[in-house]
C-alpha cells in the first residue's frame, strides 16, 4: 500500500466525450476550471499531457527537473510522472490531453524528448500542425473515423517533435527493435520496480536475454539497464520523501527493501546524499 502522500491522482476525465481518449484546449481554459489555490498541490496523472507554449512565461516543475515556459517549448508530461503548475507569470498554451492507449500499441512517437525549446521556424510549423489538432477536436462528433483523424495528426505532432529532436542531438541512436524493447522495458518496469530491481527479471518477463536488454538501454539511454532500474527507484524515493511524512523504514520498506539501512546505502549511491539529508534540503 502506497504511503499517504500530498500529491494529488488525477485520472483523466472528458466530460465532453467521455470515450474519445483525448481532449485539446487552451492553458487559460484549465486554469478557468478550477478553484483558485487548486494547482499549489503537486499532481500524479494517469494521462498524457502535451503542451506548446504561444506566448509569455511560466515556471512548471516535473519531478524534481525546474522548466522554465516560454514561446517555443513544448512539454510532454507522462502519466505517473508529478506535475506542479507555477501561475506566476503569464503564459498561453496549447495543450492535449490523452490516455496511453489513445495512439495504440504503436505509439512508439509518444517516446519523443521533453522538454524542447523551438526556433521560430520550427515553432510555426508545430503550431500550425497543433491548430490542425485543435480544430479536428473541436469539430469531432466522436465518430471512429474523427478519432482515427485525431489519432494521426496527434502521431503526426510527435512525430514531429522526434525529428526537431533528432537534429539537436537528442534523438535515441538504437534501431527500432531496440526502441520498441526499451518501451516495453520501461512498462513492466513502472508496473515492477518495487518488486524487483534485477536485469534478469525484467528481461525474462519481455523474453530477452539480459544482454540484449542491456545493450538495447545503452543504444538509446547511455546507461544500462540496471541504471535505469535504480534510477527509478531512486525517482519515486525521492517523490515518497518529499511528498509524504512517513518515516525512512517506511518507505524503504514500500520500496522493496527488507533494511531500511540497505535502503541509505542504495539512495546515497543514486542521490549522492542520505535520505534524511535530502528530505532536508526539499522540504525544509
Given at each position: 500500500?502506497?504511503p499517504?502522500?500530498s500529491?494529488?491522482?488525477?485520472s483523466?476525465r472528458n466530460?465532453?466525450?467521455?470515450?474519445?481518449?483525448?481532449?485539446?484546449?487552451?492553458?487559460?481554459?484549465?486554469?478557468?476550471?478550477?478553484p483558485q489555490?487548486?494547482?499549489?498541490r503537486?499532481?500524479?496523472?494517469?494521462?498524457h499531457?502535451?503542451?506548446?507554449?504561444?506566448?509569455?512565461t511560466?515556471?512548471?516543475?516535473?519531478?524534481?527537473?525546474?522548466?522554465?515556459l516560454h514561446?517555443?517549448?513544448?512539454?510532454h508530461?507522462?502519466?505517473?510522472?508529478?506535475?506542479?503548475?507555477?501561475f506566476e507569470?503569464?503564459?498561453e498554451a496549447?495543450?492535449?490531453?490523452?490516455?496511453?492507449?489513445?495512439?495504440?500499441?504503436?505509439?512508439?512517437?509518444a517516446?519523443?524528448?521533453s522538454?524542447?525549446?523551438?526556433?521560430?521556424?520550427?515553432?510555426?510549423?508545430?503550431?500550425?500542425?497543433?491548430?490542425e489538432?485543435?480544430?479536428e477536436?473541436e469539430?469531432?462528433?466522436?465518430s471512429p473515423l474523427?478519432?482515427?483523424?485525431?489519432?494521426h495528426?496527434?502521431?503526426?505532432?510527435?512525430?514531429?517533435?522526434?525529428?526537431?529532436a533528432r537534429?539537436?542531438?537528442?534523438?535515441?541512436?538504437?534501431n527500432?527493435?531496440?526502441?520498441?524493447?526499451?518501451?516495453?522495458?520501461?512498462?513492466?518496469?513502472?508496473a515492477?520496480?518495487?518488486?524487483?530491481?534485477?536485469?534478469?527479471h525484467?528481461?525474462r518477463r519481455l523474453?530477452y536475454?539480459?544482454?540484449?536488454?542491456?545493450?538495447?538501454?545503452m543504444?538509446?539511454?547511455?546507461?544500462s539497464?540496471?541504471?535505469?532500474?535504480?534510477?527509478?527507484v531512486?525517482?519515486?524515493?525521492?517523490?515518497?520523501?518529499?511528498h509524504?511524512?512517513?518515516?525512512v523504514?517506511?518507505?524503504?520498506?514500500?520500496?522493496?527493501?527488507?533494511e531500511a539501512?540497505?535502503?541509505a546505502k542504495?539512495f546515497?549511491k543514486?542521490?549522492?546524499?542520505?535520505?534524511?539529508?535530502?528530505r532536508d534540503?526539499?522540504?525544509g
Amino acid at each position: 500500500m502506497c504511503p499517504p502522500s500530498s500529491i494529488r491522482k488525477v485520472s483523466y476525465r472528458n466530460q465532453r466525450w467521455p470515450s474519445l481518449g483525448i481532449e485539446t484546449l487552451w492553458f487559460s481554459d484549465l486554469r478557468d476550471r478550477v478553484p483558485q489555490g487548486y494547482f499549489t498541490r503537486p499532481e500524479r496523472r494517469d494521462f498524457h499531457i502535451l503542451m506548446l507554449c504561444t506566448a509569455g512565461t511560466g515556471l512548471h516543475h516535473v519531478d524534481f527537473s525546474r522548466i522554465e515556459l516560454h514561446r517555443g517549448v513544448v512539454l510532454h508530461v507522462h502519466p505517473g510522472q508529478v506535475l506542479q503548475h507555477s501561475f506566476e507569470g503569464d503564459m498561453e498554451a496549447r495543450l492535449a490531453l490523452f490516455l496511453p492507449e489513445f495512439l495504440g500499441p504503436e505509439g512508439h512517437s509518444a517516446d519523443a524528448p521533453s522538454p524542447l525549446s523551438l526556433e521560430e521556424p520550427e515553432f510555426q510549423a508545430l503550431e500550425r500542425a497543433f491548430a490542425e489538432l485543435q480544430e479536428e477536436y473541436e469539430q469531432t462528433d466522436g465518430s471512429p473515423l474523427s478519432m482515427g483523424l485525431l489519432q494521426h495528426l496527434l502521431e503526426a505532432f510527435l512525430l514531429r517533435m522526434n525529428r526537431v529532436a533528432r537534429f539537436e542531438g537528442a534523438s535515441p541512436r538504437g534501431n527500432p527493435s531496440q526502441m520498441e524493447l526499451l518501451r516495453l522495458f520501461r512498462r513492466e518496469l513502472e508496473a515492477s520496480f518495487r518488486q524487483s530491481r534485477e536485469v534478469a527479471h525484467y528481461a525474462r518477463r519481455l523474453g530477452y536475454s539480459a544482454r540484449t536488454l542491456d545493450r538495447a538501454a545503452m543504444a538509446l539511454e547511455d546507461l544500462s539497464a540496471k541504471a535505469l532500474i535504480d534510477g527509478r527507484v531512486v525517482l519515486e524515493a525521492k517523490r515518497l520523501l518529499v511528498h509524504t511524512q512517513e518515516p525512512v523504514g517506511t518507505i524503504a520498506r514500500h520500496l522493496g527493501f527488507s533494511e531500511a539501512t540497505n535502503f541509505a546505502k542504495f539512495f546515497r549511491k543514486g542521490a549522492g546524499c542520505s535520505p534524511t539529508a535530502f528530505r532536508d534540503r526539499m522540504v525544509g
